[in-house]
């Protein structure tokens, strides 16, 4: 298939192609259009919907507020169960989730577009700046959480209900984590992650220390002799390896890297990509890294995955965005050997696979695409220092139903404990679970002080 020697550059395309290509993917509905949505829900008694959803919001409610037009109470019964509830409108993948479940999903109809309608609700509340809730009264108790991702926002949101006094701790230099560093651009434009960390802070009570790092700066036996209790919501931090040869050539990257430093940019032209670009993964962030290249103005855009299409982590409909944009995507192909050109990525060799008696195994059989530029996006590893004695498994913090860790006063939360399930609406019913227990566990311990029920 030959080599390309064209480099990685950035603004290959005229400035305002990456305002189109960047803008929303699901544009927000306006009012008749919610009110149109909304009326099509058949507001079930025992609505499937509610149980497919994670954070177990009273969706049928929601949807009947929106349609009597009360978008304001709508966006309450969405935040009294998840306060990042913005955010998950717009990058939870309901087709697999709420909407699957939908009982109008039929082969002769769609379902109802919950997502839309939530983001409807909860950006009329936000952009009007409601605050539903106060704080109780004092405790007394400090709690430090580690991480100002998903789970940790959730979670210190709720403890600053209920009175607790909150401290975050986070390695970067913004908050939000996934939601600001590792979803796609065109998920969440305007600076919306940071918006919405603005409202969840603005209950009060919460103090974020930014650049702090476990194990850096800090362990968590110095959290549990300062604080009476502790949450950790870490997070993915590693990428895996790939193990081959030439894994180290300049024009291999990781691909979260490309998506933060994406979400970073203000331009996106600034962000440089190859003409010819190879992903190797199979799931959500193989997907963004791939669209987005596409996006930037590669010509000629792979995704290549060891397992079938039905294997694939990533949803059915975010397969066919990738295909939509004209990203080519490979099956039964495991990388080999990284081609390589005056030290730099020239293309990738890579050898078919299949599956004998439910195992992978490689063929023998081999191919080259050429490739200038190409990003691993073949799972995240869970790297945390500073933990002391917390019991581990599979490299995940262990951790009972309510997210109570081995250790005295130490909860976690979201992609670091085992079971994790890497979406954003996961992290976040775990991080406010895990406060009710913490408050639970502060009105057992003092039950005349003012932990709240």
Same mark, same amino acid.
């Given at each position: 298939?030959?080599?390309? #020697?064209?480099?990685?550059?950035?603004?290959?395309?005229?400035?305002?192609?990456?305002?189109?290509? *960047?803008? @929303?993917?699901?544009?927000?509905? @306006?009012?008749?259009?919610?009110?149109?949505?909304?009326?099509? $829900?058949? *507001?079930?008694?025992?609505?499937?919907?509610?149980?497919?959803?994670?954070?177990?919001?009273?969706?049928?409610?929601?949807?009947? +507020?929106?349609?009597?037009?009360?978008?304001?109470?709508?966006?309450?019964?969405?935040?009294?169960?998840?306060?990042?509830?913005?955010? $998950?409108?717009?990058?939870?993948?309901?087709?697999?989730?709420?909407?699957?479940?939908?009982?109008?999903?039929t082969a002769e109809?769609?379902?109802?577009?919950?997502?839309?309608?939530?983001?409807?609700?909860?950006?009329?509340?936000?952009?009007?700046?409601? +605050?539903?809730?106060?704080?109780?009264?004092?405790?007394? +108790?400090?709690?430090?959480?580690?991480?100002?991702?998903?789970?940790?926002?959730? $979670?210190?949101?709720?403890?600053?209900?209920?009175?607790?006094?909150?401290?975050?701790?986070?390695?970067?230099?913004?908050?939000?984590?996934?939601?600001?560093?590792?979803?796609?651009?065109?998920?969440?434009?305007?600076? *919306?992650?940071?918006?919405?960390?603005?409202?969840? &802070?603005?209950i009060g009570g919460?103090?974020?220390?930014?650049?702090?790092?476990?194990?850096?700066?800090?362990?968590?036996?110095?959290?549990?002799?300062?604080?009476?209790?502790?949450?950790?919501?870490?997070?993915?931090?590693?990428?895996?390896?790939?193990?081959?040869?030439?894994?180290?050539?300049?024009?291999?990257?990781?691909?979260?890297?490309?998506?933060?430093?994406?979400?970073?940019?203000?331009?996106?032209?600034?962000?440089p990509v190859g003409?010819?670009?190879?992903?190797?993964?199979?799931?959500?962030?193989?997907? @963004?890294?791939?669209?987005?290249?596409?996006?930037?103005?590669?010509?000629?855009?792979?995704?290549?995955?060891?397992?079938?299409?039905?294997?694939?982590?990533?949803?059915?409909?975010?397969?066919?965005?990738?295909?939509?944009?004209?990203?080519?995507?490979?099956?039964?192909? #495991?990388?080999?050997?990284?081609?390589?050109?005056?030290?730099?990525?020239?293309?990738? !060799?890579?050898?078919?696979?299949?599956?004998?008696?439910?195992?992978?195994?490689?063929?023998?059989?081999?191919?080259?695409?050429?490739?200038? +530029?190409?990003?691993?996006?073949?799972?995240?590893?869970?790297?945390?220092?500073? &933990?002391?004695?917390?019991? *581990?498994?599979?490299?995940?913090?262990?951790?009972?139903?309510?997210?109570?860790?081995?250790?005295?006063?130490?909860?976690?939360?979201?992609?670091?404990?085992?079971?994790? !399930?890497? &979406?954003?609406?996961?992290?976040?019913?775990?991080?406010? @679970?895990?406060?009710?227990?913490?408050?639970?566990?502060?009105?057992?311990?003092?039950?005349?002080?003012?932990?709240?029920?």
């Open positions: 298939m030959g080599t390309t #020697q064209s480099g990685i550059l950035g603004g290959r395309l005229p400035l305002a192609d990456y305002e189109t290509n *960047f803008s @929303d993917l699901h544009p927000a509905l @306006d009012r008749h259009e919610a009110l149109v949505a909304s009326d099509r $829900c058949y *507001f079930c008694h025992d609505a499937p919907c509610m149980t497919a959803c994670p954070t177990s919001i009273d969706i049928p409610l929601f949807i009947r +507020q929106i349609s009597t037009g009360n978008p304001i109470g709508s966006a309450k019964t969405i935040f009294d169960q998840n306060i990042l509830g913005g955010m $998950c409108a717009r990058v939870c993948p309901t087709e697999t989730l709420c909407e699957q479940a939908c009982v109008r999903n109809e769609r379902p109802v577009e919950i997502g839309r309608l939530q983001r409807y609700a909860t950006d009329i509340a936000m952009k009007e700046n409601k +605050q539903f809730y106060t704080r109780a009264a004092s405790s007394g +108790q400090k709690v430090a959480v580690v991480g100002a991702g998903p789970a940790g926002l959730a $979670c210190a949101h709720r403890l600053a209900v209920k009175g607790h006094e909150v401290v975050i701790y986070d390695a970067r230099e913004k908050s939000g984590g996934l939601n600001e560093y590792g979803i796609a651009a065109y998920k969440t434009v305007d600076d *919306f992650a940071q918006s919405e960390v603005d409202y969840v &802070l603005s919460i103090e974020v220390r930014h650049g702090q790092a476990l194990g850096r700066d800090f362990s968590l036996g110095d959290l549990t002799e300062q604080y009476d209790a502790v949450f950790l919501g870490l997070g993915l931090a590693g990428v895996n390896a790939l193990r081959i040869e030439g894994e180290n050539a300049e024009g291999l990257d990781d691909a979260v890297d490309f998506i933060a430093a994406l979400r970073q940019s203000k331009t996106k032209a600034d962000i003409r010819r670009v190879v992903v190797l993964g199979g799931g959500m962030t193989a997907i @963004d890294a791939a669209v987005q290249a596409k996006l930037l103005g590669a010509e000629e855009v792979t995704i290549c995955y060891r397992r079938g299409k039905e294997h694939m982590n990533a949803s059915e409909f975010e397969q066919d965005l990738a295909a939509s944009k004209g990203v080519t995507i490979r099956h039964w192909l #495991q990388p080999k050997r990284i081609a390589l050109k005056d030290g730099k990525v020239a293309g990738i !060799e890579l050898e078919y696979t299949r599956l004998e008696d439910g195992k992978l195994t490689t063929t023998g059989e081999t191919g080259i695409i050429a490739a200038d +530029q190409i990003f691993k996006a073949i799972g995240q590893t869970f790297e945390a220092s500073g &933990l002391g004695s917390l019991a *581990f498994e599979a490299g995940r913090i262990v951790t009972d139903a309510e997210g109570k860790t081995s250790a005295a006063n130490v909860w976690a939360g979201g992609d670091c404990v085992l079971g994790g !399930e890497d &979406l954003t609406v996961s992290a976040v019913a775990m991080g406010r @679970d895990a406060a009710e227990a913490i408050n639970r566990a502060f009105a057992a311990a003092t039950p005349q002080a003012s932990a709240v029920a």
